[in-house]
């Protein structure tokens, strides 16, 4: 579960930044071995259970390279890679020129990999193609300007590359430092020794719902490349994929913690002064915000916050006022991405109706949706409650509104939503930012009521009731409502509330939502009018 460090400034100096990639190894995925060369042509065996497509090898009791074998070419029992930057080349007494199997794989007598009486260590990575494989290692070829598009069927957290035909640096791209689509972000470079600089972006990988694409200006060039699949476990209680942080600001660097899980998207929102809902994920990125109570482009904040941690995220010396100002108190909804719950999805709009693959795994019952390249670009919200000529604005009190455009009058699936020709969600170009969100039972609820006036219970199918609820009302004007039970949803006392959608201070002078076991329950109270008679509501719950 974990592994110690010790003072040694190459893995643990002081105030530096380090990313840990760990590895298991599984039937299917990935295999470790180790052997002593005898100068020889051989087999040595493995226990992948299926045949290696990527293999990389190093002498472990003397100098010597890192050669990799790469499966799927034409030439591949007698080409190899060494990883420094090399382009490929061939030899016949490398792998005996002789390709692995599913039980071992072959050598000759080259030194680089069979030095007689040095030790060595091989790692063995699978290429599963099934629906429900982890990692995929395959080769690519560039068109003649160096992109090309590689298809998986799913998402990956981790992409390592390099160009073999030309040789270039090993580098690799990972969801923990942000990998985002359409701009890129930093890549390491495994073979060199260069420093990372987080505020020089580049797009060589960008990530898309299925895979990724190379932007690389690699012309032509076979690009080899492993790919594992990002977390796809079920989750089985709410707290492994909501959890909120209430704290009060510093002014000074500061590590959050005690969320539980790897945060996907933090929201956060000043409660005692103004400030408007600030949107932080992963996926575009740690100093990347989406302010909901605005229209506004994306923007840069340096010193929110500054990076996602394994329990919570760090921030910075707050001098944007949305994270951490000196004695400012906040609340940050955290949400981690679970199959069935909630998920990220990124597209690039085409102006044509079309369809957008999610890997949600369910029919998702709420989509917030937001153009990141375009300012005065709206929050826009399907929702399944609704009909599928209908829409909200998030960053709005709006009513819904019918456009059959919007959503090309066409129902969410499990595996696609659509858009129609409207450029409020699908402008030729734009790329988007879309929140996926589902009702899994015991875990969340996307839902809707009547208001009935009074008090009524509002049944989430919990046991414990609901941690988090986002009300908005539909059929007149009305804010989206937050609340969360660390803050407090009391019984007859009153509990602190905020509004996604303006930058208001918390109010904390009403008693709206009420506690119940099975989810919440919702009082009528002219502050938020979350109960009024006959009209419609729209929610989100997390237990």
């Excluded at 890549?187 to 299925?210: G, M």
């Excluded at 941690?309 to 949305?322: E, M, R, V």
Aim: hydrophobic letters at 35%; glycine letters at 10%; proline letters at 3%.
């Amino acid at each position: 579960d974990g592994f110690s460090v010790g003072a040694n400034s190459k893995y643990n100096a002081s105030a530096q930044r380090f990313i840990d990639y760990m590895f298991r190894k599984a039937p299917k995925f990935m295999d470790i071995v180790t052997y002593t060369g005898n100068g020889a042509a051989r087999t040595i065996a493995h226990s992948l259970g299926v045949t290696p497509n990527l293999i990389i090898f190093k002498r472990t009791d003397g100098t010597g390279g890192w050669y990799a074998f790469s499966g799927g070419r034409v030439d591949s029992n007698v080409e190899y890679t060494i990883m420094d930057g090399s382009a490929t080349n061939s030899s016949n007494t490398i792998w005996n020129s002789t390709l692995p199997t599913a039980s071992v794989f072959s050598l000759g007598s080259f030194t680089g990999a069979n030095t007689s009486g040095a030790g060595y260590i091989a790692y063995l990575f699978a290429n599963d193609t099934t629906t429900d494989g982890l990692v995929r290692t395959e080769t690519l070829l560039t068109d003649s300007s160096g992109n090309g598009t590689v298809d998986i069927g799913w998402e990956p957290q981790f992409v390592m590359m390099a160009n073999i035909s030309a040789g270039s640096d090993w580098i690799i791209v990972d969801t923990a430092r942000g990998f985002p689509s359409g701009t890129g972000r930093v890549h390491l470079s495994l073979n060199a020794f260069s420093a990372v600089d987080a505020s020089q972006p580049d797009s060589i990988v960008s990530l898309t719902n299925t895979g990724f694409k190379i932007t690389s200006g690699w012309a032509n060039g076979y690009i080899l490349w492993i790919a594992i699949r990002k977390p796809n476990k079920p989750p089985t209680t709410g707290n492994q994929v909501y959890n909120a942080i209430a704290r009060t600001g510093t002014g000074a660097v500061a590590s959050v913690t005690g969320v539980g899980f790897p945060p996907d998207l933090v929201i956060g929102k000043a409660r005692s002064t103004t400030g408007g809902a600030n949107w932080t994920e992963r996926f575009r990125g740690a100093t990347q915000e989406f302010l909901s109570s605005a229209v506004n482009i994306e923007t840069t904040y340096a010193n929110d916050l500054t990076a996602f941690g394994q329990d919570g995220f760090t921030l910075g010396t707050g001098a944007s006022g949305n994270k951490n100002t000196s004695a400012v108190t906040y609340i940050e909804h955290c949400f981690k991405r679970a199959p069935g719950v909630f998920d990220i999805v990124q597209d690039t709009g085409t102006g044509v109706a079309h369809t957008v693959a999610h890997q949600l795994g369910v029919v998702p019952e709420l989509i917030i949706r937001k153009q990141r390249t375009t300012s005065n670009a709206n929050f826009f919200v399907y929702a399944a409650a609704l009909n599928n000529t209908e829409y909200l604005v998030f960053n709005s009190t709006g009513v819904r509104t019918t456009l059959a455009t919007m959503w090309n009058s066409t129902s969410a699936t499990s595996t696609t939503f659509s858009l129609g020709t409207s450029t409020n969600v699908n402008t030729s170009g734009g790329i988007y930012y879309n929140y996926l969100f589902a009702s899994k039972t015991g875990i969340s609820k996307v839902g809707s009521y009547t208001g009935n006036g009074g008090t009524q219970t509002i049944n989430c199918s919990f046991a414990s009731g609901a941690r988090f609820v986002m009300i908005k009302r539909v059929d007149t004007a009305g804010d989206w409502f937050m609340w969360d039970s660390v803050r407090g949803i009391t019984a007859s006392a009153n509990d602190p509330h905020t509004s996604a959608n303006t930058t208001a201070a918390e109010v904390t002078t009403d008693s709206s939502v009420e506690p119940n076991s099975s989810g919440f329950a919702v009082v009528q109270n002219t502050t938020t009018n979350i109960n009024v008679s006959a009209a419609t509501y729209f929610y989100l719950a997390f237990a």
